[in-house]
């Protein structure tokens, strides 16, 4: 019987993906799939940019806090959550481990009693009991997401096993998701840069920052900061100081968020984050990740959109024009398309 809610959820979220929905309406339609057969009070699910796991979307289910101001609030308080040591069965441990899935009841007791995730976000709002996955497919995570139960109903094994299940339909799914979508205006013009405290706190703006964080807060309130938070606390945990993320704006269009590490007197732990369009190798290394691109398969991908001819990717590559033209043969499979021209308009028209 669950298998066969297994198999019949994997079909229902498959087909979700290829009508075309974006992640946006992705997530919920599929955390409602989920609740069909492992019933729950609330859910949170996150896309992640897949080469940096920064949190840079989220979606709910019943979304507990009424007001904007709180939601925005739980938002970030979510994800700081995930870069603290003290905090049981992080996306990142999930990840280390080779099934990405687990039971907060599961976790070390001493683990779940100083957890600020279950004490300070879950508890108040009378939810005791997690259930959480990262959405991992080929080796690559795509998303990450948590269940929510109220005291004295824990997940079963047959529930934790259900979701075990398609958590690699989600992140297939995801990567469907991450390559629909067309921008319906630019990106925002001006710098958008902003200094963010230790916290991902929001301490200064400039002006053109302060209309693009608008425009995404009022699109999916909570979102910036949530995302802040995430670069913020990768890009304090980095050695170099420095991280990543590729995410969508208000607008649709591909943006890439940077945060380094400001070096200054008065605050040595203060960020400074930057968002700009995303250039074609950034796109283009994220939706080759989404179509399953193999390694070489992406190499002589960006050798054709440098404009280089059969001969010249082969000599920068070390392999045969042969080989060259079995990879192409293989990307045109995979990306949908019958040519270089169209290859090229598909990853950064």
Known sequence: MWEER???????????????????????????????????????????????????????????????????EYSARFAETEYSENEPNTFAQLLRRPRPIARLSDAPHREVVRSIRINDLLKPQGLEHELRAAFRVDGTCWGVGSIFRDAGRDFTDREVEFLAAVTATLAAATRIAVRAGHPTRAAAVGPVIVIAGRHGELKAATPAAASWLAEVEDAAPGRFSMVLYSVVAQASAAVSGTTRARMRDAGNSWVVLQASRLITGDDPEQMVVTVEPATTHDLATLLLAAYGVTAREQEVCLEVLSGNPTADIARHLFISPHTVHDHLKSLFEKVGVGSRGELVARLVA
């Not at 599929?30 to 979606?59: K, N, Y």
């Open 6 to 72: 297994a198999e019949r959820a994997r079909r229902d979220i498959a087909a979700l993906a290829t009508s075309g929905m974006n992640l946006g309406d992705l997530y919920p339609a599929a955390l409602a799939v989920v609740q069909r057969t492992v019933p729950f009070e609330q859910g949170c699910w996150a896309g992640v940019d897949p080469h940096t796991l920064v949190m840079t979307s989220i979606s709910n289910w019943k979304p507990w806090p009424v007001r904007r101001e709180e939601f925005v």
